[in-house]
C-alpha cells in the first residue's frame, strides 16, 4: 500500500465518525450519527458521547413528564428494566437517573471553570482560524467580496492568501507547504505511527463536525460549487494540521488528553444503559398503540367487505395525492371531511429523479431524495401559446427586479449610503413597523403584488419530454419508455385505481419571512425545495395520451374522462394552490368546487395548527386560524412559523382506510400501499429501499436535536448568525451549526413539542412479503437489527394480527413470549397460526 492510499484510506474511515451535512439554502435532514448506524443504537449513542461530546438519551425530567403524562405504560416499562438488569422500581430508576445527571453537570461546571482559568487553549485558536478561512471558501453566493484564488481548490487557495493572515503565528511559512495536501499531512504525521493515523484524523475531524459534515457533503455531491471551488477532507486536513503546528496546538488525542477510546458507560446486567430501558418502554407504548389502532381497522374493513382501500365501489369526486410527509396528514384528514374525497400517500418527489431548473433560476437543483441519484435534467420553459402572460410575467417582474437592485446598489455604495437614509428613513421606517406590528396586513399586500405577477407554472411547462441533443450534464427530459414507468410506478405502488375525474398531485412547501431554516420546511424528499414541479412533471405525464395508451395496455385503467393536476401545499397556512391553468372547460365545475372545499380544509387544518402553537382560536370565527398561521409567515420576527415535522414517530405503510378514522396529531407517515396488486413485492421493496430510510433520517436528527440540542442542533435562532448562505453560527463564528434550531423542537416557554422517540414502522402486509423486503435490503436490514427503528407486520392473511419484527423472529404482540422466523429457510414456527 502506497503512503497516499494509507492517508485516503484512514482519512476515509475517520469521517465515518462524522455526518454529512447539507447547506441549509437546501437543507437535508439526516442522521448526525449516521456513521455509527452499523453499531447497535446505545453504542452509536455512547460513540456521539466520546467523540462529539453529545447526549444520546431523553433527560430524566422528559421521561418523568412522559410517565406522568401517561405515556409509558407501567407493565411495559418494568418489564424493560427488568430485561436490561435493573430493579423494576419506576420511581428508583428515575432518581438514579437524574443523580447520575446531576453528577455530570457538576463535573462539567468544574471543567468549564477549569478551561475559563486557562482562557483560550490553542486548539481553540486553530479553530477559530480554521473556521474563518472556510467560510470565506466556501461561500456560495453572499459574499460581496469573494476569497481569491477558489478555482485552485482549498488547500492551494488557503497556501496564498494565509500568509496575509495576521492572526497566524509564523504565516510566512504557509507558502512553502509542499503543493500536494496529501505531501502535507505525510509532513505533519512524521512522528506518529501510520496506524494511529485515523485515531488522529478523527480527532481533528469532530473537532468543528459542522463544517466537516458540510465537506463531505460537498466533496460527495460532487455540484456546480464543487466543480468551481474544490475542497476535499484532505485539503481541510492538511490545513488544519498546518495551523495545528503554527499554533503548537495537540496533534494527536492523546496529546490532548481526549477520553479513552471505548470506556464503556454504566448500564445493566444486559449491557444496555437506565436510559435505553425508559426510551424502549415509552416507543413500545407508542408503538402497540398505533399497531392497535391499525390491526383493529384492519378487521373492521375484512369485516365489511369492502376493498384493500376501503371504498364502496362509488367514484369519489377527486382523489389527491399528497407526499407522505406528517403535515399532509393533518390536511388529508381535512380535505376527506369537507367532501367526497380520497387522498394518497407518496414520497413528495413523485417518483421521478430529476434536476430541475426553474424559470429564471441561477442554478438547477436536485429535487429527489440524497439516497436517488438525479437521472434527468428538466427545465421550465415557456409555453408559444402563453406568450402574452409570459410578457406580462416578464414585464411586472423586470420593474420589480430593477427596483430592488436599485435600492441595494444605493444602500451599499459608500457615496450615496447617508443621502439614502436621509430621503427614505421614513418609509422604511414606516415599512418596519408595519412588518412588525400589523404581519397579517403586510401578508395581504405581498398577495396582492403577487398575484399581478403571474407565476411561472402559468406560462411555462416542464421540459419532459427527451431531448437527445441536451448540453446539459445529465440527459434531458425522459423518453416515453420512462414516462410511462414512473407513472405506473406511481400507480402500482399507491393503489391508485379507479380514478375519478380529477387526480391531483400535490407537492408541498413553505411560506416564511426572515428564517434561515426556511428550506427544512420546504419538502424533504425534494431535497429541501419546494415539491411543485416534481407534481407537474408527473401530471404532464400522466396527461400525455400516448403515455396513457400505454398504461392501459399494462392493465393500468385510465377513463377517458380523468384529469390530472398538480397542486402545491402551502405547509405554513395549509393554502393548496392548484395548478388548473390546463384543465379542459368540462371539468372547470369539478376545479371549482374542489377549490371551495380545498379552503375550508384549510381553515379547519389552519385552526388546528395554531392551536398546537399554543393560540386560542374563536371556534364562531372559521377565519381565525387562517389569519394566524399567515400572520405567522408573514412575521419577520416569528422564530416559529410552524412545528415542520416535529412529533413524528411513526410511519403506517398501509390503505389509507385503515387511518382515515384515525387522529394520528401530525406524527405520523402515510404511504399508500396495497399489498393485493403488489403480487411480486417489488413495490413494497422499493418502499423499503427509499421512504423508509428516508423516515428514519428525518426521525433521528429531530431525535437527536430534542436530546442534545447544543450538541445536534443549531440554538436558539436569536443568537444566529447566518454564514456563506451554507448554514448557520451560534454568535459571530466557530463551527458551522447544521442540526435543527431549538424552536422547531420547544414551545416559546421551553416545554418540549417533540417527543423523542425513534421511528415505528407499520406495515399492513404478509409477513413473508415483509420478510423479503427486509432481506433484499441489507441497509434496512441493519437500521432493524441495531435498533435504529422498529417494523411491526398487521398481517391481513392471519387474522389481522400483529407481529414484531426481531433478528431472531416475529414476535406475535399478542404472545410476546413466542418468536416466530424471520429468515427463509428457517425452522417451522410453534406458533399455531400457520
Known amino acids: 500500500m502506497t503512503t497516499d492510499t494509507a492517508v485516503e484510506e484512514s482519512i476515509d474511515a475517520a469521517a465515518d465518525a462524522v455526518g454529512s451535512a447539507w447547506p441549509i439554502h437546501s437543507f437535508v435532514t439526516a442522521n448526525p450519527l449516521a456513521g455509527f448506524e452499523d453499531r447497535p443504537f446505545h453504542e452509536a ?23 406522568e403524562a401517561g405515556e409509558i405504560d407501567g407493565d411495559e416499562l418494568r418489564d424493560r428494566l427488568t430485561d436490561a438488569g435493573y430493579a423494576p422500581d419506576p420511581e428508583a430508576a428515575l432518581d438514579r437517573l437524574a443523580d447520575a445527571e446531576s453528577e455530570a453537570t457538576t463535573t462539567n461546571t468544574t471543567d468549564a471553570a477549569t478551561t475559563d482559568a486557562d482562557a483560550e487553549t490553542a486548539t481553540d485558536r486553530v479553530d477559530a482560524v480554521v473556521s474563518k478561512w472556510l467560510a470565506a471558501f466556501l461561500d456560495e453566493g453572499r459574499a460581496e467580496w469573494p476569497m481569491p484564488n477558489r478555482s485552485q481548490g482549498f488547500y492551494a487557495a488557503f497556501r496564498t492568501v494565509a500568509p496575509h493572515d495576521g492572526d497566524i503565528p509564523g504565516r510566512d511559512a504557509l507558502a512553502d507547504l509542499p503543493d ?5 499531512i505525510r509532513d505533519a504525521l512524521a512522528d506518529v505511527p501510520v ?3 485515523r485515531d488522529v484524523f478523527e480527532y481533528h475531524l469532530t473537532a468543528l463536525p459542522g463544517w466537516t459534515g458540510f465537506v463531505k457533503h460537498r466533496a460527495e455531491a460532487d455540484g456546480d460549487w464543487q466543480e468551481a471551488h474544490p475542497i476535499t477532507l484532505g485539503g481541510y486536513l492538511a490545513v488544519r494540521l498546518a495551523l495545528v503546528d503554527r499554533f503548537d496546538a495537540p496533534l494527536t488525542p492523546e496529546d490532548a488528553d481526549a477520553p479513552a477510546a471505548d470506556d464503556p458507560d454504566e448500564s445493566g446486567e444486559s449491557g444496555v444503559p437506565l436510559a435505553h430501558a425508559w426510551l424502549a418502554a415509552w416507543e413500545a407504548t407508542y408503538r402497540d398503540s398505533l399497531t392497535d389502532a ?19 365501489g362509488e367514484r369519489p369526486d377527486a382523489q389527491l395525492v399528497f407526499c407522505i410527509d406528517t403535515r399532509s396528514e393533518i390536511l388529508r384528514r381535512h380535505v376527506e371531511e369537507a367532501g367526497d374525497y380520497e387522498t394518497y400517500g407518496y414520497a413528495g418527489f413523485f417518483g421521478v429523479p430529476m434536476r430541475f431548473e426553474g424559470y429564471d433560476a441561477a442554478l438547477a437543483t436536485d429535487a429527489c431524495p440524497p439516497i436517488v441519484d438525479a437521472e434527468h435534467y428538466v427545465a421550465d420553459r415557456p409555453r408559444p401559446e402563453d406568450a402574452e402572460t409570459h410578457e406580462t410575467a416578464e414585464s411586472r417582474r423586470s420593474l420589480l427586479e430593477a427596483g430592488a437592485e436599485t435600492i441595494e446598489d444605493l444602500r451599499k455604495n459608500a457615496a450615496t449610503a447617508f443621502s439614502f437614509v436621509e430621503n427614505t428613513g421614513v418609509a422604511y421606517g414606516a415599512a418596519l413597523a408595519a412588518r412588525t406590528l400589523l404581519p397579517n396586513r403586510v401578508y395581504d399586500a405581498l398577495e396582492r403584488v403577487d398575484d399581478r405577477v403571474p407565476d411561472a407554472h402559468e406560462f411555462c411547462e416542464p421540459t419532459v419530454d427527451y431531448n437527445p441533443d441536451g448540453v446539459h450534464g445529465l440527459r434531458e427530459g425522459l423518453t416515453r419508455d420512462e414516462q410511462v414507468e414512473y407513472a405506473a410506478n406511481a400507480f402500482e405502488l399507491m393503489g391508485l385505481t379507479d380514478l375519478s375525474r380529477l387526480v391531483v398531485f400535490t407537492g408541498h412547501a413553505s411560506d416564511t419571512t426572515n428564517n434561515p431554516f426556511d428550506s427544512s420546511l420546504d419538502c ?23 403515455v396513457q395508451r400505454e398504461l392501459r395496455e399494462r392493465g393500468i385503467d385510465i377513463p377517458e374522462d380523468t384529469v390530472f393536476l398538480a397542486a402545491e401545499h402551502d405547509t405554513t397556512t395549509d393554502a393548496v394552490e392548484l395548478y388548473d391553468g390546463d384543465v379542459p372547460e368540462t ?42 398561521v399567515e400572520r405567522r409567515a408573514a412575521d419577520w420576527a416569528e422564530t416559529r412559523p410552524e412545528w415542520g415535522l416535529a412529533g413524528n414517530a411513526g410511519l403506517v405503510v398501509g390503505p389509507r382506510a385503515l387511518t382515515d378514522d384515525l387522529d394520528l396529531d401530525g ?29 428514519q433520517w428525518i426521525n433521528t436528527q429531530y431525535y437527536f436535536a430534542a436530546v442534545d440540542n447544543a450538541a445536534y442542533g443549531s440554538g436558539s435562532k436569536i443568537t444566529q448568525n447566518p454564514v456563506g448562505n451554507v448554514g448557520v453560527y451560534q454568535g459571530n463564528g466557530g463551527d458551522l451549526r447544521t442540526g435543527l434550531p431549538r ?26 412479503q415483509v420478510r423479503d423486503a427486509v432481506a433484499a435490503n441489507e441497509t434496512v436490514a441493519a437500521l432493524l437489527g441495531n435498533e435504529w427503528l422498529s417494523l411491526t407486520v398487521v398481517d391481513p392473511t392471519r387474522d389481522h394480527r400483529a407481529f414484531r419484527y426481531e433478528t431472531e423472529g416475529w414476535t406475535p404482540l399478542d404472545e410476546e413470549k413466542t418468536a416466530e422466523p424471520t429468515a427463509k429457510g428457517a425452522p417451522t414456527p410453534s406458533v399455531a397460526d400457520d
Open 45 to 67: 449513542v455512547a460513540a456521539g458521547e466520546r467523540r462529539l461530546d453529545g447526549d444520546g438519551y431523553p433527560s430524566a425530567d422528559t421521561f418523568r413528564n412522559a410517565w
Open 195 to 197: 496506524g494511529e493515523w
Open 180 to 184: 500536494d495536501p496529501l505531501d502535507a
Open 524 to 546: 424533504g424528499a425534494c431535497a429541501g425545495n419546494p415539491g411543485g414541479p416534481n407534481a407537474r412533471v408527473l401530471a404532464a405525464i400522466c396527461n400525455d395520451d400516448a
Open 743 to 768: 424552536e422547531s423542537l420547544f414551545a416559546a416557554d421551553g416545554t418540549p413539542y417533540h417527543r423523542p422517540l425513534r421511528l415505528s414502522a407499520v406495515v399492513h402486509a404478509p409477513r413473508e
Open 294 to 312: 391499525v390491526a383493529a381497522e384492519s378487521a373492521a374493513l375484512a369485516d365489511t367487505g369492502a376493498g384493500e382501500d376501503g371504498s364502496d
Open 667 to 695: 406524527r405520523v407517515f402515510l404511504h399508500s400501499y396495497d399489498w393485493t396488486t403488489d403480487e411480486s413485492g417489488e413495490a413494497l421493496a422499493a418502499i423499503f429501499a427509499g421512504p423508509l430510510v428516508v423516515t
Open 587 to 628: 371539468h372547470a365545475d369539478d376545479v371549482e368546487s374542489l377549490r371551495a372545499d380545498l379552503a375550508t380544509a384549510q381553515a379547519d387544518a389552519a385552526a388546528e395548527r395554531a392551536r398546537d402553537m399554543g393560540v386560542d382560536i374563536d371556534e364562531s370565527d372559521a377565519g381565525t386560524g387562517v389569519r394566524e
